[in-house]
Antibody, heavy 125, light 108 residues
Framework: QLQLQESGPGLVKPSETLSLTCIVS??????????WGWIRQPPGKGLEWIGS???????YFNPSLRSRVTVSVDTSKNQFSLKLTSVTAADTALYYC?????????????????WGQGTLVTVSS | EIVLTQSPGSLSLSPGEGATLSCWAS???????LAWYQQKPGQPPRLLIY???IRATGIPDRFSGSGSGTDFTLTISRLEPEDFAVYYC?????????FGGGTKVEIK
C-alpha cells in the first residue's frame, strides 16, 4: 500500500528557505505513470497547489509561487523534495505531498491520491 | 486561472438525509477533469470522485458526482455519521490546478 510521509523543520525564519522531503513507500517513484505533487493548507483555510514533478524531472508549478519554488526528485531514495525561498508569515501552512495519476499523454494534470499526513510549517522569528 | 466556487459554504443536516454540494467553475472544465475530496479534522483530504463522476477505490456508492462544463455536483444520498466533514472540488483541466473553497457538512 502506497504511503507518503512529509518531513522537515516545523519552524522557519522569515526570509529563509523552507525545505521539505516526501518519502514514498509501497511503490516506486520511478514509475512513469505518476506525477508527485505538493499542496499546502494555511491553518483553518483551503487548499493551494504548489507544484508537481515526474521521475523524469519534468515539473510544473503554480505561477503564483513559481519564482520561489524548486521541486526535485531523488529516485535512488524514492523521495521528492520542495524548496520555497524567501518565506513570510503567509507561507505558514500544513504542507502535504501526494501522488498524481497521469490521465492523458497530452496532459500532466491530475487529481491527488493518496496524500501524506501533512507537516505543519510555521514561519516566525 | 480556473476559479472554483463551492456552495453552500456550510450545510446543516441530520444523519440519513441527503446532501447536494455544488461547484461552479469560472471557465469550461474540459473532459470533466474535476475531482472531489473529503477532509476531516486533523486528516489529509481523501479522494472521493475523479473525472467528475468516477468513484475512487473504496468509496461507498452513496457518494456520486455529476456535471460537466462549468457546473458540477457531489451528492451524498444518505448521510452517515462519518460523512460530516469538509468537501473540496479540484479541477485539473488546466494550470494552475485549483481547489474550491470548500463546503462544510455539519450535524444538525
Amino acid at each position: 500500500q502506497l504511503q507518503l510521509q512529509e518531513s522537515g523543520p516545523g519552524l522557519v525564519k522569515p526570509s529563509e528557505t523552507l525545505s521539505l522531503t516526501c518519502i514514498v513507500s509501497g511503490d516506486s517513484i520511478r514509475s512513469n505513470r505518476y506525477y508527485w505533487g505538493w499542496i499546502r493548507q494555511p491553518p483553518g483555510k483551503g487548499l493551494e497547489w504548489i507544484g508537481s514533478i515526474h521521475q523524469s524531472g519534468n515539473t510544473y508549478f503554480n505561477p503564483s509561487l513559481r519564482s520561489r519554488v524548486t521541486v526535485s526528485v531523488d529516485t535512488s531514495k524514492n523521495q521528492f523534495s520542495l524548496k520555497l525561498t524567501s518565506v513570510t508569515a503567509a507561507d505558514t501552512a500544513l504542507y502535504y505531498c501526494a501522488r498524481q495519476d497521469i490521465v492523458a499523454t497530452t496532459s500532466p494534470f491530475s487529481w491527488f491520491d493518496p496524500w501524506g499526513q501533512g507537516t505543519l510549517v510555521t514561519v516566525s522569528s | 486561472e480556473i476559479v472554483l466556487t463551492q456552495s453552500p459554504g456550510s450545510l446543516s443536516l441530520s444523519p440519513g438525509e441527503g446532501a447536494t454540494l455544488s461547484c461552479w467553475a469560472s471557465q469550461f472544465v474540459s473532459s470533466g477533469y474535476l475531482a472531489w475530496y473529503q477532509q476531516k479534522p486533523g486528516q489529509p483530504p481523501r479522494l472521493l470522485i475523479y473525472g467528475a463522476s468516477i468513484r475512487a477505490t473504496g468509496i461507498p456508492d452513496r457518494f456520486s458526482g455529476s456535471g460537466s462544463g462549468t457546473d458540477f455536483t457531489l451528492t451524498i444520498s444518505r448521510l452517515e455519521p462519518e460523512d460530516f466533514a469538509v468537501y473540496y472540488c479540484q479541477q485539473y483541466a488546466g494550470s494552475p490546478l485549483t481547489f474550491g473553497g470548500g463546503t462544510k457538512v455539519e450535524i444538525k
